[in-house]
């Protein structure tokens, strides 16, 4: 009788877990969703892929759900989640912990695949992270080494783990800085892959590879050349235009009329190192002149104090700077 009563009292609901891959939240085995488990021994989990079906009282459950957001937090800043993060975050001190990891850990974007923290190092980097905050499209525009594109596919794989979009696209204009394209070996894809290579190479810093190939497989990540972007609409989706300094007017234009509803567009350039034809202008220094005033874009404009690449580049480029004066 006892058993019946407490079966009717109790109540039944499934939460997803999504934010997840599967078997970072139940480990090898279940190790970590035992471990889990543990925390909260009044309900009864049954985990199936990315459900997890919960049973017990109310307040369990919504404890539960107040604590398995408080992982998702956790993986998506750390990018694991461990036995002892678990044990960490659950335990009573969790919520005080995470909150004084984030305050610390301010200039953070995301963690890297070896748990380094990346994150702005100079104060421009850091206008550029408030900047896509309060604005849908960021020109950042700078000299070579000052993180103007990492910076950008940090802020891109941040919103992606963070749902606030569904994709990411990444794009270049295919321009040859002295060398010629069509005498690299090879179909079309590796002969452009080597002017991608510089998203590609962010990309790993910040995903695991075969997180990073499955994104590329099912296009949530996107990298191709600029003319792949004519006729689209980009909705839903965090786009970076990097070398834009090597955009034709046109081209520009056309990539700016791309942007849909929900998307967010950071336009990365170095007006200093504009391999065009002479015969042709930058389409990046006309939109600089066009939308300067327009309200929602914001223009970051990043110097040599930004350099964070070996010591020496801070000093060529200075030296080729007075050259040209």
């Given at each position: 009788m006892l058993n019946k009563i407490y079966r009717f009292i109790l109540s039944e609901k499934t939460v997803n877990i999504d934010a997840f891959e599967p078997v970072e939240l139940y480990g090898v085995n279940d190790v970590k969703l035992n471990a889990i488990k543990k925390y909260f021994p009044k309900l009864r989990i049954v985990a199936r892929g990315f459900e997890m079906k919960l049973m017990g009282d109310d307040s369990e459950i919504t404890r539960f759900e107040k604590k398995l957001k408080l992982l998702s937090d956790h993986y998506h800043k750390a990018g694991t989640l461990t036995e002892a993060s678990i044990d960490r975050l659950l335990g009573q001190t969790g919520d005080n912990l995470l909150e004084k990891s984030v305050d610390n850990g301010s200039d953070i974007i995301l963690f890297g695949v070896t748990g380094n923290a990346i994150k702005a190092r100079t104060e421009n980097q850091k206008l550029m992270v408030k900047s896509i905050l309060k604005n849908d499209m960021m020109f950042a525009v700078g000299p070579a080494g000052s993180g103007k594109t990492y910076t950008a596919v940090a802020l891109a794989v941040r919103a992606l783990k963070n749902k606030e979009v569904k994709r990411i696209i990444l794009t270049r204009p295919a321009v040859e800085a002295g060398e010629n394209l069509g005498f690299l070996p090879g179909d079309l894809k590796e002969k452009?892959?080597?002017?991608?290579?510089?998203?590609?190479?962010?990309?790993?810093?910040?995903?695991?590879?075969?997180?990073?190939?499955?994104?590329?497989?099912?296009?949530?990540?996107?990298?191709?050349?600029?003319?792949?972007?004519?006729?689209?609409?980009?909705?839903?989706?965090?786009?970076?235009?990097?070398?834009?300094?090597?955009?034709?007017?046109?081209?520009?234009?056309?990539?700016?009329?791309?942007?849909?509803?929900?998307?967010?567009?950071?336009?990365?350039?170095?007006?200093?190192?504009?391999?065009?034809?002479?015969?042709?202008?930058?389409?990046?220094?006309?939109?600089?002149?066009?939308?300067?005033?327009?309200?929602?874009?914001?223009?970051?404009?990043?110097?040599?104090?930004?350099?964070?690449?070996?010591?020496?580049?801070?000093?060529?480029?200075?030296?080729?700077?007075?050259?040209k004066k």
């Open positions: 452009l892959d080597p002017y991608l290579q510089p998203l590609y190479d962010a990309l790993y810093d910040m995903l695991p590879p075969d997180k990073l190939n499955q994104y590329i497989e099912s296009q949530v990540i996107q990298i191709a050349p600029l003319a792949f972007m004519r006729g689209r609409t980009l909705d839903n989706a965090f786009v970076i235009l990097d070398e834009a300094q090597n955009t034709t007017k046109s081209q520009m234009k056309m990539f700016l009329t791309r942007m849909g509803s929900n998307a967010k567009f950071i336009i990365t350039g170095d007006t200093t190192q504009v391999d065009l034809p002479r015969n042709q202008s930058s389409g990046l220094l006309e939109s600089i002149q066009l939308l300067e005033k327009v309200k929602g874009i914001d223009f970051i404009y990043l110097q040599s104090e930004d350099i964070i690449r070996h010591k020496l580049v801070k000093e060529i480029i200075a030296r080729y700077d007075e050259d």
